[in-house]
């Protein structure tokens, strides 16, 4: 059965419960970014499991490229594909006429991309977006939108955003069609919709109360933390969240670190993603309670110290800060696998003491300790 239900609250903070066909997804959570099936830095489904990891998020515009949604639709979905049994959100593509702004065209029908694999043109419009995630056969998947670059200028993302939602329109029409034919994968698929606006408080109200409007069974915050600062990403928070459903799960798209997440759940906020836990792997940069890491420094060479001495993490059992600091140096990929199977599992952590401190009716003290501390450099 699927649906969200709201537990508690404290303040802005929500704890809730989303069931879906793949499994029952407690929130606040953090989706782990699988962007082609898998977690870049080596980890397994069954690494994945062991550190808590409870959402997958894959990529709908580098899975329709390589291997091809068709060929995983013939090899059961993406669960099956992937060895991963929980529930997978699936994005739109929409990102991708972001970040691949120079390699792509937007008209009313959707957007032409030069492909980065082998040059060839292909196109991607709500229709073909909803395809594609039908047939990875996501648990979730997110409506064809386009993610603004921040800033803009404010007559182009009022044209964007008024574009987007006769895209989401379409997006709509087309999952119903497909959820409802024999061969599809997961006739259960939730689709989400997604605000946007830049930073300007007034579209991104009008935005979405358009999309509510549509009565899906969640929506996102997409076109945050691309070039905005962090007081602009919480002031259009604040902005929007109140307009949101209440009665709906509440995701902020591609965000971020600790302290975002927490400032995010402070504002209402239940689904987050991001891929900071790889990029701060790859540079020795890790999370703890007692704040960031640099495990490059040269104060580490002798330390034989876990990671963090309160973390339970694989790499916090049997390794030391000077074993991992080598094995980067020495550019040893298990250096950048079990800093960021640590970072995971902080991740993951965190969200779980967030769930309990909503419960427990002390998250404004969590909040009050965590928020800066989570951010500072550690000792």
């Not at 593509?93 to 060839?120: A, N, W």
């Not at 991104?204 to 933390?225: C, E, K, T, V, W």
């Not at 298990?334 to 960021?340: A, E, P, S």
């Not at 199977?341 to 965190?350: A, D, G, I, R, S």
Request: hydrophobic residues 35%.
């Amino acid at each position: 059965m699927n649906g969200f239900t709201l537990l508690n609250e404290e303040g802005g903070a929500r704890r809730g419960r989303l069931d879906t066909v793949h499994g029952t997804v407690e929130t606040p959570v953090f989706m782990n970014v699988a962007t082609a099936a898998a977690i870049r830095g080596g980890a397994s489904a069954d690494d994945l499991r062991d550190i808590g990891c409870r959402v997958a998020l894959c990529n709908t515009y580098h899975l329709n490229l390589r291997p091809g949604s068709a060929l995983i639709k013939k090899l059961g979905g993406l669960r099956g594909f992937m060895n991963w049994q929980g529930p997978v959100l699936t994005d739109s593509g929409g990102f991708q006429v972001f970040s691949l702004k120079k390699r792509r065209k937007i008209t009313e029908e959707g957007v032409s991309f030069i492909s980065y694999l082998d040059g060839k043109k292909i196109f991607m419009g709500p229709e073909e977006s909803v395809r594609v995630q039908s047939e990875l056969g996501s648990t979730i998947a997110m409506a064809f939108d386009e993610c603004i670059e921040n800033p803009s200028p404010y007559r182009y993302v009022e044209r964007s955003i008024e574009r987007t939602t006769r895209w989401l329109e379409r997006c709509v029409a087309e999952h119903e069609r497909l959820n409802v034919l024999p061969d599809t994968i997961n006739r259960d698929q939730l689709l989400f919709g997604i605000d946007q606006g830049g930073v300007y408080e007034d579209l991104r109200i009008r935005h979405m109360r358009q999309i509510r409007q549509f009565d899906l069974p969640g929506y996102a915050i997409g076109g945050l933390s691309v070039g905005e600062s962090a007081e602009d990403m919480y002031r259009i928070l604040e902005a929007v969240t109140p307009e949101m459903p209440k009665d709906k799960p509440r995701y902020l798209m591609g965000v971020g670190t600790p302290v975002n997440i927490v400032e995010g759940v402070y504002r209402g906020i239940d689904f987050f993603d991001c891929v900071f836990p790889l990029k701060g792997a790859q540079h020795g940069n890790v999370y703890t309670w007692e704040g960031r890491r640099r495990l490059l420094a040269e104060r580490y060479s002798l330390d034989a110290r876990p990671i963090s001495e309160s973390c339970g993490c694989p790499a916090c059992r049997g390794y030391s800060r000077a074993y991992i600091r080598h094995l980067l140096k020495a550019d040893e990929r298990l250096g950048m696998r079990l800093c960021l199977l640590h970072n995971l599992y902080f991740y993951n952590e965190l969200m779980k003491k967030i769930r309990e401190a909503i419960e427990e009716g002390r998250f404004a003290s969590f909040y009050n300790e965590f928020r800066q501390r989570l951010g500072e450099l550690a000792e």
